[in-house]
């Protein structure tokens, strides 16, 4: 970005009298402002969803046990989220129990051959037809809600049986209108950051309580 572009965002920095101590003060505000707006965005999700986190999980692990896998997608910074929760899942900490998950963003060849050859709406949904199996599970991210490949993704993945689980922004876009996700979490914000702040939350907590669901399940 341009030094113009920082200075209409943080015009506060580039005043030519500028006061340092006032600077400080507009600094610490807006810093103060948008942590309070997370934690209350937190709340309303944990409100909101609470109860169906708990059922998305008791489904996931029901999934897992009976030998399904995790498939999970997104664009741009919603492509890093699915990542981490493939992460998340595949990799835990010590102590808790590796799941299969596999990142649809990951395989850059895959991902640029679909959409040289075909287009890239179709990148998700292509690989969910070929590794897809009922049973298994597709986790969908969008801050939008709009993201068409994501909604060809959750299209197929529900054609084919899949436990579908989504993420979005906003009031859901065409995600909350689509009817083929089983559970649907929808930030009610029109900031990116906090959006993205809180599906990394939410996407935790799923994790957590899933764990929670395998290890109280009968052996």
């Given amino acids: 970005m341009s030094e113009g572009g920082f200075e209409s965002l943080y015009p506060f920095l580039y005043a030519k009298d500028s006061d340092v101590a006032a600077v400080l003060a507009e600094v610490r505000r807006s810093t103060e402002e948008k942590a309070q707006e997370i934690v209350e965005l ?3 999700m944990a409100e909101r969803y609470g109860d169906r ?4 999980a008791e489904a996931m692990a029901r999934s897992f046990t009976a030998g399904g896998r995790l498939f999970t997608f997104g664009n741009g910074g ?5 990542q981490a929760v493939t992460q998340l899942f595949c990799r835990p900490a010590p102590g808790y129990r590796p799941l299969p998950a596999i990142s649809l963003t990951n395989d850059i060849a895959v991902v640029t051959a679909l959409s040289n050859d075909v287009g890239f709406e179709v990148v998700f949904a292509r690989q969910i037809a070929a590794w897809g199996r009922g ?4 986790l ?5 809600g709009g993201s068409a490949n994501v909604l060809h993704a959750f299209d197929e993945a ?5 436990l579908t689980v989504g993420f979005a922004g906003y009031q859901g876009g065409k995600m909350a ?7 649907l979490f929808v930030v009610p914000s029109s900031s990116v950051h906090r959006i993205q702040e809180a599906q990394t939350t939410a996407y ?3 994790w957590e309580l899933t764990q929670r669901a395998l290890a109280a399940a009968p052996a």
Avoid: F, N, W
């Fill in 42 to 44: 937190r709340r309303t």
């Fill in 53 to 56: 986190l708990v059922e998305c």
């Fill in 78 to 82: 919603s492509s890093s989220d699915a």
């Fill in 135 to 138: 049973g298994d599970i597709a």
């Fill in 140 to 144: 969908g991210l969008s801050t939008s």
């Fill in 158 to 162: 529900s054609r084919r049986g899949l």
């Fill in 177 to 183: 209108e689509a009817g083929t996700i089983d559970y």
């Fill in 204 to 206: 935790h907590v799923l």
